[in-house]
């Protein structure tokens, strides 16, 4: 969806939500109305999220604004970072190619495998006892 120089796109990973809105601007990233080193204490999470931008070299030309719902820390990291692939490409669609090459474009479709009844996890048996 674009509107007047404002650009959202929807992110998703495992059972997070990422709404972002890119803006020409200079590069400051607002997450849930919090600084994004406030947000994701850790730099990896930080430094997933930038990828897109570092890649194509954009990471002081817009400002980000990101509601992101769902799922823990690296989740809502691969959330926002689909989201601003996304939006990135809605921007310029040159840009598809050298994001698509690095594999940012397609949602990553991991999902938690549910518990089965019967045992105590999603592939782990209880101990089997012969006698």
Do not use: C
Request: cysteine-free; glycine content about 10%.
């Amino acid at each position: 969806m674009v509107q007047e120089n404002v650009y959202y796109a929807t992110g998703k990973r495992k059972t997070a939500i990422a709404k972002t809105w890119m803006t020409p601007g200079t590069g400051k990233i607002s997450i849930n109305n919090r600084t994004m080193e406030e947000y994701f204490p850790t730099e990896t999470a930080r430094a997933a999220l930038l990828q897109p931008l570092v890649l194509t070299n954009n990471t002081q030309s817009y400002d980000i604004k990101v509601k992101v719902i769902g799922g823990g820390i690296t989740g809502q990291a691969g959330a926002i970072r689909h989201g601003i692939t996304k939006a990135l490409v809605l921007i310029d669609p040159d840009l598809r190619t050298p994001l698509k090459k690095a594999g940012f474009v397609k949602r990553d479709p991991r999902q938690k495998e549910r518990k089965k009844y019967g045992q105590p996890g999603a592939r782990k048996r209880f101990q089997f006892s012969k006698r």
